[in-house]
């Protein structure tokens, strides 16, 4: 799987300390020119569908978990792999101050209807939705976001923007 990109958020890189090492894997599910992503109020964000990857875990059966609870995908089949972004940003959790994440990005086709999901008790307190949006738009929400700063920006918006527009750059040199 090919190294996308490496990121380091500007809040983590004067930190040094105790470092959360995690694996995630992310589904990229595109019908023309909608993609599948989530959006969350919270951080007024768009998303890819995925998450961690528990310890022993595979990173197909991960996403596939992780896909399904989160939009209520059904038959999800991986087509290939995308790459990988690594990215090291401030972790406000219990113990650590750094968190190193390694997110695995996969291309995937799903059933076309979505089921009811299955989303974590944190997932539905911030408002994670599963939403099929245009590419463009989706990005073109982040980057406002991220142009305003606004307050309730998430630590993930650098990463789920940067890969927003790399798949839009793919696409643009595939057409």
């Known amino acids: 799987m090919r190294l996308i990109k490496k990121l380091v958020h500007p809040d983590a890189e004067a930190l040094t300390g105790a470092t959360l090492t995690r694996r995630a894997a992310r589904g990229i599910v595109m019908r023309e020119t909608l993609i599948l992503l989530l959006f969350t109020e919270r951080y007024n964000d768009f998303s890819f569908p995925g998450g961690g990857v528990a310890e022993g875990e595979d990173l197909i059966d991960g996403l596939r978990r992780e896909l399904e609870e989160e939009t209520g995908a059904s038959n999800v089949r991986v087509q290939r792999d995308y790459g990988y ?72 918006i650098q990463r789920e923007t940067f890969m927003l527009e790399e798949l839009a750059n793919d696409l643009a040199r595939a057409a």
């Open 85 to 156: 972004v690594e990215e090291l940003r401030p972790h406000r959790r219990s113990g650590f101050d750094l968190m190193h994440m390694t997110s695995h990005f996969f291309l995937c086709d799903i059933d076309p209807e979505l089921r009811a999901t299955r989303m974590e008790a944190y997932e539905t307190a911030n408002g994670m939705r599963p939403v099929w949006v245009e590419l463009d738009e989706a990005l073109a929400h982040n980057r406002g976001v991220m142009e305003r700063l606004e307050a309730t920006m998430g630590l993930s």
